[in-house]
């Protein structure tokens, strides 16, 4: 199974042509800005762009403007190098493709598309659109989970301080008065033990899994495939990446497709722009299947990654040739449910992270007060 996953972890290149450019790609630029840029920086740039193109505003003036009022970062020495290109004759899409950090392949595609086509700023407009959903989805989602990690933060390192610091004294305690203790009390007395004990391993051994990983998600096409298909599967958090995944792609190949790009390409570009890679090699399977002549929709049926709605609604989009309208609904559809689901899966997250925190504690405190209690009958007794 390993070898037939690491055989499908080789993206094809795209086609060489007006939008096939992977072979090489163009030489990266010769300013090499330091530090992060964030995707709010380029989506502020896209919506400005884009009312800026709309306005009339030739693109390198455009371009100038935003650059001038950009604060020195690394994004700033982007579009330095950007308008420098784009003066000298470079197109805006070769110019943006030697600068992937800040765009990628599917935003330099998609504004290939639009120079072609005559349209760049309703290409823009839409690229900004997209990018500013993304960035709203990432917010809700960020702040929504500041509550729970602050109350998993808190309880972690309290029951951690319990069991490190105050458990040992307990134990002390028990063995002055030599009482027989329950088992949930033994339990306890051995947790702490061996934490005290194996600190390292208690608290060293989570942070190396977790490099671990995070350098296996990199590294390994096999492992970031089965972590990503385990992802897929997981109660509450499958169905809705699940849904955000079509929402992407659906809106990504419909907008590609009206732009006029052609299918093979925009299914190439919308495949190398996923990070999902159960999603890349089922667009990558679309793909194989439509260079031998077939339509659509009953290839993403077969990869079992669209649900029966949007085969549907793509089957009739190339019957109707309305394709790229229908793949927008469904993105504007899916995009809501994402949207819902998110709201609903955080309300059901933050009390079942009080409930088990509560269980934690619970157990902390029974487990404590049993032999305390023991100790007060047997010293009132005497």
Partial sequence: MAK??????ARPAGPTGALGRDDAGPEPSPRRAR????????????????????????IVKALTILEGQMRPGPFKAVLQDVV???TSGTPLSEALEKHPRAFDRLYANMVRAGEAGGVLGLVLERQAK?????????AKVRNATIYPSVI???????IAAVIVFIIPRFEEIFRSFGIDLPRMTQILLDVSRFSVDRWYVVFGLPIVLFIAHVMALRRSYAYR?????????????GPMLSKALIAAFTRNFGTLVQAGVPHLDALGIVRDATRNEVLAEGVESIRKTVREGEGIARPMGETGLFDDLVVNMVDVGEATGELDRMLLKVADAYEIQVDRQIDSLFKVIEPMLLIVVAAFVGFIVVALFLPLLEIMNTIGNA
């Fill in 152 to 158: 998993v933060s808190v309880a972690v390192m309290v």
């Fill in 84 to 86: 420098e290109d784009v």
């Fill in 130 to 138: 997209y990018q500013e959903s993304v960035e709203t989805i990432k």
């Fill in 4 to 9: 037939k996953i690491q055989r499908s972890s």
């Fill in 225 to 237: 495939y089965r972590v990503h298909k385990i992802m897929l599967k997981l109660p509450l958090i």
């Fill in 35 to 58: 530090g992060r840029i964030r995707p709010r920086q380029v989506t502020d740039f896209t919506v400005q762009l884009a009312t800026l193109t709309e306005a009339g505003i030739p």
